[in-house]
């Protein structure tokens, strides 16, 4: 059984008196584990929450986690990408039986709108995990969404990805974006990709430092260690 850190609960107590808004965290202070948790709120039939990563390989890993921290909960889900595995839940340490079996993954409009309906058929919430680079794919679906859980959201702001983001976070009820380190614009223009446009990411609600984790033992002061090379440079 996992406990929440006061850090962890501050995060989640600012989360739920915000629908929008960005939280700030060191990298290893526990995110991942927060915005599992919040979203048991949003865990009912027919929500839709997004988990949105900058990379495959950490989508795999958020999938991990909520199908870990989310075993008493059966939801549909499906990946929002071009890749081929397909993510499987553990079923040994699940507490009910799976009512749909996972869909490969997709980056067609039509096949995220038919999970919905799926989704909506047997009561079930449907998380879609995707990247920053298919988050367009979600928001032409037009399906609602509840929530939208953004990882790494410095990566956000990036012109390719930026306009997605900003579609997405004006049709979803609610929007966290998590990062260890804000990307502002400073230009405080509405139409700016900095994490300052207030329309797009709302205000910071959150703001862990990283020297209270350092004196609370949840991570450890790095440190510089050099080393001298052997190495003849005249010969390499």
């Keep these: 059984m996992f406990q929440l850190r006061p850090h962890q609960q501050q995060m989640l107590n600012a989360m739920s008196i915000h629908n929008k808004g960005i939280v700030t965290c060191p990298t290893g202070g526990g995110k991942t584990f927060v915005f599992v948790n919040d979203c048991r709120r949003f865990l009912g039939s027919p929500n839709v929450i997004v988990i949105v990563a900058p990379q495959l390989l950490l989508s795999q890993q958020l999938f991990n986690e909520f199908d870990k921290h989310l075993s008493d909960i059966d939801f549909v889900y499906r990946q929002i990408s071009s890749e081929g595995k397909t993510y499987q839940r553990d ?30 058929k047997v009561k079930k919430p449907l998380i879609l995990f995707s990247t920053y680079d298919s988050l367009n794919r979600i928001v032409s679906s037009g399906i609602p969404i509840e929530a939208v859980y953004y990882d790494e959201a410095h990566n956000s702001t990036g012109n390719e990805v930026f306009n997605a983001v900003k579609s997405l976070s004006a049709h979803s009820k609610h929007n966290y974006f998590f990062t260890a380190t804000l990307k502002n614009t400073n230009s405080r223009s509405v139409q700016a990709s900095g994490m300052d446009n207030n ?30 090379s052997t190495a003849n440079t005249d010969t390499m």
């Design 199 to 228: 329309s797009v990411y709302g205000n910071l609600i959150c703001n862990v430092l990283f020297g209270e984790l350092i004196k609370a033992g949840v991570i450890v002061r790095p440190f510089i260690h050099l080393l001298k």
């Design 91 to 120: 079923r040994k340490n699940l507490k009910f039986r799976v009512s749909v079996n996972p869909q490969s993954p997709t980056t067609v409009v039509k096949d995220i709108q038919d999970t919905y309906r799926i989704a909506q």
